[in-house]
């Protein structure tokens, strides 16, 4: 008995696009033949067995089994974001890890026999990320985005703009996927003064554990200054000051090579005299990206008011009477939540392409000053167009409803 993996699994694999694996066996040819899938979630002891008959095909070689893994290990993949931690942090919820065991069943419909474990795979991870189609089946995610994959400096988990506009005291996340520790051995920030002269670099030592690094690093303007100065190898806190106009962001290996893209953040003054919204949403890529409402926002209460009849009057020995402080009509259930009506500045053609991962994004978070990250659900989009010259501009209207519903007392 011998089974041969034709198509395996890669180091990382999207879990919301297809996750295909293709093997053969010698023995497909035996009676009510099936490939045997045990797939161990996270390094544990229970498995979930799948079985397939083969594909048909005229030759052997042909009668493969398919198996897609990615519906099953969607149960074991969330998402990371917090406004709590600084530096490198873990995206421990964002991925998980399985290994994969083929076997094969066949014999007679009296007593078909199940061989088991004939072939293990190595563990793989499946990350948080769901790429539109066409990209996903265009794209080379492992060669430009797995840090320490190939040569040459790999892309973030975002497809953001480069250059990116921020407010003072915002916060801002990078998310990366690094083969090894070394290959994401520190973040390297590099400030400048409205001049481009440079002011300082700041190496953050990347403290999380030896082993495959699916992480973030906080560098926005308000996460920056919150590094712990312990984790600090070169420069020193703080490294947002009155003076920065612009900083870079890029990951260096433990030889100093970079390993990443270079990040450019330009801190911008918010004169708009209306309240602002930064809205975190999940990407395609399995991080959060980040962008600013500033322009005509508004606020609403929506409410749902249930209410029922009550029986009304009184009833005495002899008598049967109203009282005018009887209510006919009595509430039994009061629901509100906070609704927003969020607009843009208007923004180039490039930020609106990856603005686009925003309308459709399942999670996302308005960055409340008060009360931290807070879900939000978008309803609904508007956009308008205006021909600038030789450039397009969008503005960009979105309608969304926070997740959490309050409720007042009972009528």
């Known amino acids: 008995m011998a089974i041969t993996v034709n198509q ?14 293709n093997i053969i066996s010698t023995n497909v040819n035996q009676a009510n ?46 998402s990371d974001i917090s406004d709590t931690t600084y530096g490198f942090k873990l995206n421990a919820n964002s991925y998980a890890t399985a290994i994969l065991k083929f076997g094969e069943e066949y014999g007679a419909s009296s007593g078909i026999v199940v061989y088991p474990d004939l072939t293990v795979t190595a563990s793989a991870a499946f990350y ?10 265009d794209s080379d995610f492992i060669n430009s985005h797995q840090i320490g994959v190939g040569v040459g400096a790999k892309r973030f988990l975002s497809k953001a703009p480069l250059s990116q506009p921020i407010f003072d005291d915002e916060n801002a996340w990078l998310y990366l996927i690094a083969s090894t520790h070394n290959d994401a051995d520190y973040m390297q920030i590099k400030t400048y003064d409205a001049d481009d002269v440079l002011i300082q670099t700041v190496n953050v030592d990347n403290n999380l554990a030896a082993g495959n690094q699916f992480a973030r690093f906080s560098s926005g303007t308000r996460n920056l200054n919150l590094i712990s100065s312990g984790d600090i190898t070169l420069g020193a806190q703080p490294i947002i000051t009155d003076t920065v106009a612009s900083y870079t962001v ?26 602002s919204y930064r809205v975190h949403f999940l990407n395609q890529l399995g991080g959060f990206d980040s962008f ?37 009509e009595v509430t039994l259930n009061v629901n509100y939540r906070d609704s927003v009506i969020m607009e843009s500045d208007w923004i180039d053609e490039d930020a609106f392409t990856w603005l686009e991962e925003l309308f459709t994004s399942p999670e996302a978070y308005i960055d409340d000053t008060t009360h931290g990250l807070l879900p939000i659900n978008l309803t609904k989009t508007k956009i308008d167009r205006k021909n600038h010259a030789n450039d397009k501009l969008f503005n960009i209207i979105i309608e969304g409803k926070l997740s959490a519903t309050s409720n007042r007392q009972r009528g």
């Open 8 to 21: 395996g699994l890669s180091a990382f694999n999207a879990v919301y696009n297809p996750v295909v694996v």
């Open 33 to 78: 033949f099936r490939y045997v899938l045990d797939l161990y979630p996270n390094g544990g002891s229970t498995y979930i067995r799948m079985k397939k008959a083969p594909y048909p095909g005229s030759a052997d070689s042909e009668k493969v089994g398919i198996f897609d893994v990615a519906k099953i290990m969607e149960a074991y993949v969330g």
């Open 250 to 275: 890029q990951l260096f290996h433990l030889d100093n090579t970079a390993t990443s893209e270079t990040k450019t953040y330009v801190i911008t003054d918010n004169c708009s005299r209306f309240a």
């Open 128 to 137: 948080a990320a769901g790429m539109e189609r066409k990209a996903f089946i």
């Open 292 to 328: 600013t409402f500033n322009g005509i926002n508004k606020e609403s209460v929506e409410q749902t008011r249930t209410s029922y009849r009550p029986v009304t009057g009184t009833t005495t020995a002899t008598t049967f009477t109203y009282s005018k402080s009887e209510a006919e």
